[in-house]
């Protein structure tokens, strides 16, 4: 028998069973937007120079790809602390890359707004479907569009690449039919819906912050707002100006206990951190972690106010306690919205849906008329 063939864009183009988006992976592989250094968390570094077989079996498998950490202010090296650092930009998993694009499903002649360019990979595949002219992509880092214009023109293929704050669209460019977001977003931002043809669609990593899960979504706007539902579970890189706000925990500590096992709450599932987060918006819920003392210990916190609430369970002495901290009671909110949940049934993730309007995000339940009751 012959050597096995190393891996290559025809392993990518099994990922969908879109033709079009086959020809695509196969005309734009994946190496060509890759660095020479980079890192996985299967791997650590991966320098192509030294270990070239190791890099292109990186390249495709299916594993997102760091290319930079902390804004571009470290560098890549095997000493650099990966579990303390900001990963800050990356070619992601190709799956979800796939997954998303076949979501998209644009039609001949779509123009499309791209919020986030990273290494130009997905830029590059949207222009070899639907030419380099119909595609805007928007990175808000100067260095890395540098990098991705590098790549691409490599590649012979331009997109019009756009050097500013995606949150904020492109409303030079507007109107668009499909706009593509490879960076995950907490609040959606309205400037999306307004820069959208009606009829047009809107994917995105929404990454709601409620037991570290998030969501893929496909939206469909109807004219001043947008309305869909979601497609499986993802992790992606935060929109940097929606990075979680690093602020010290202070004001009078006010201890209790529990009233419900935080076990429960963190492997109740995706139905429950979508209620969350239509329930709690603006909360972020940790999923939970056991500690050395045998305590099981989750967090949540308001990323807009200075409210904290941490609870610690130990299951052998069916006890707990609970410390918070600013002017709202988290934890007996959290408590609220799980048997709130528990109370409609404990609906699965198939059962929800997302608006978002000029007055914000909302979550509802079955129907876009019935919402999920806000708490706090």
Partial sequence: ???????????????????????????????WFVPER?????????????????????????????TQIDDGSTEL????????????????APRFVVHFLDLLAPYFGDRVLEVGTGTGWTAGLLSARLGGDNITSIEVDERVAD???????????????????????????????????????REIPYAWVEQTRPGG???????????????????????????????????????????E???PIEGEVRESEPTVDPRRIAVAGSGLSVWIAGAMPGVSVS????????AFRMVAWDRHGESHARV????????????????????????????????????GIERFGLTIDASGQRVWLDRPECLVERMG
């Avoid at 570290?212 to 707002?225: Q, S, W």
């Avoid at 999923?287 to 045998?294: F, Q």
């Fill in 38 to 66: 980079a890192w996985t968390t299967r791997t650590g570094l991966l320098e192509r120079e030294s270990d070239p077989d190791a890099w292109n079996q990186a390249v495709y498998t299916d594993a997102p790809i760091v």
């Fill in 312 to 347: 610690d369970y130990w299951p052998e002495e069916h006890s707990g306690r609970v410390r918070q901290r600013g002017p709202r009671d988290l934890w007996q909110e959290l408590e609220q919205a799980y048997l709130a949940w528990i109370d409609r049934g404990g609906p």
């Fill in 201 to 243: 669609v809107i994917v995105l990593p929404w990454m709601h912050g409620a037991l570290d899960v998030g969501h893929k979504a496909k939206l469909i706007v109807t004219g001043n707002r947008a309305v869909g539902r979601f497609h499986g579970e993802c992790a992606y890189m935060m929109l940097r100006s929606q990075r």
């Fill in 1 to 31: 028998m012959g050597e096995e063939s190393p891996p290559g864009p025809e392993n990518l183009a099994e990922l969908t069973g879109d033709d079009a988006w086959k020809q695509a992976l196969r005309d734009v592989p994946r190496e």
């Fill in 147 to 185: 990098h991705a214009r590098t790549n691409l023109e490599r590649a012979g293929l331009s997109p019009h690449l756009v050097v500013g704050d995606g949150q904020k669209g492109h409303p030079e460019g507007a109107p668009f039919d499909r706009v593509h977001v490879t960076c995950g977003v």
């Fill in 77 to 92: 090296t095997n000493e650099s602390p990966w579990m303390t650092t900001n990963h800050s930009s990356s070619c992601s």
């Fill in 245 to 247: 706000p690093t602020q």
């Fill in 287 to 294: 999923d939970g972690n056991h500690r050395p003392d045998g």
